[in-house]
């Protein structure tokens, strides 16, 4: 079956740096790429839309300039945390859209630690 | 806007036993319902689906009915096994696979 993954899995970062996550579709590709963000014990809400070769749309609340999104190949979307801060600690998903198709794969998701 | 409640976890149960977990939505027009599992270290997989009234998801043994009624679509299963152990998402969306609105996850561990 159509796999995403994402990478790094788990990461630690200082406060201050930024930090990049990547997702992937390994076996397909996809025009339309999502990312969720779930804080505990919260829903997964999802941030933004990234379709290749253009800008993101991004979910009311959600600052485009602290979460730089790239994707910039049919099989490749970047979230970038810019400036990280303790509260940005959180889960981050991403989930890929075949494209042609209607069915959504999801990555495994990331943990991003800010200390 | 559309939201989805779920049941909070975690849920424990002995292999074998059966298995609920609650769902409800609220939704403008009429949206498609899922549920999705997240196993240890795994990305989400699509569980099941019903995409109108009244229709009835299933697979591995889970089933789940699209009430509208009662904007409810519980997940059950009638004899859970260890394997079952994961997260589990409530989730609606569009007939075009987007706009997904997920619930916060239930997590299930089922005990040998």
């Known amino acids: 079956g159509a796999v995403v993954s994402q990478h790094p899995s788990r990461v630690i970062c200082k406060s201050g740096t930024s930090v990049k996550i990547e997702c992937r579709s390994l076996?397909?590709?996809?025009?339309?790429m999502f990312w969720y963000r779930q804080f505990p014990k919260q829903s997964l809400m999802l941030m933004a839309t990234s379709n290749e070769g253009s800008k993101a749309t991004y979910e009311q609340g959600v600052e485009k300039d602290k979460f730089l999104i790239n994707h910039a190949s049919l099989t490749l979307s970047t979230l970038t945390v810019t400036s990280a801060h303790p509260e940005d600690s959180s889960f981050y998903i991403c989930s890929a859209q075949k494209t042609g198709g209607n069915t959504i794969y999801f990555g495994e998701g990331s943990w991003l630690t800010v200390v | 806007g559309n939201s989805v409640t779920q049941m909070e976890g975690p849920v424990t149960l002995s292999e074998e036993a059966f298995l609920t977990i609650n769902c409800t939505y609220t939704?403008?027009?009429?949206?498609?319902l899922f549920w999705y599992v997240q196993y240890p270290g795994e990305g989400l997989q699509l569980l099941l689906k019903a995409t109108k009234a009244d229709d009835k998801g299933s697979n591995k043994g889970f089933e789940a009915t699209y009430r509208k009624e009662t904007t409810s679509f519980h997940l059950e299963k009638g004899s859970v096994q260890v394997s079952d152990s994961a997260v589990y998402f409530c989730?609606?969306?569009?007939?075009?696979?987007?706009?997904?609105?997920f619930g916060p996850g239930t997590r299930l561990s089922v005990l040998p």
């Open positions: 939704a403008t027009g009429y949206p498609s």
């Open positions: 076996d397909f590709q996809a025009t339309t």
């Open positions: 989730a609606l969306g569009d007939n075009y696979g987007q706009n997904f609105v």
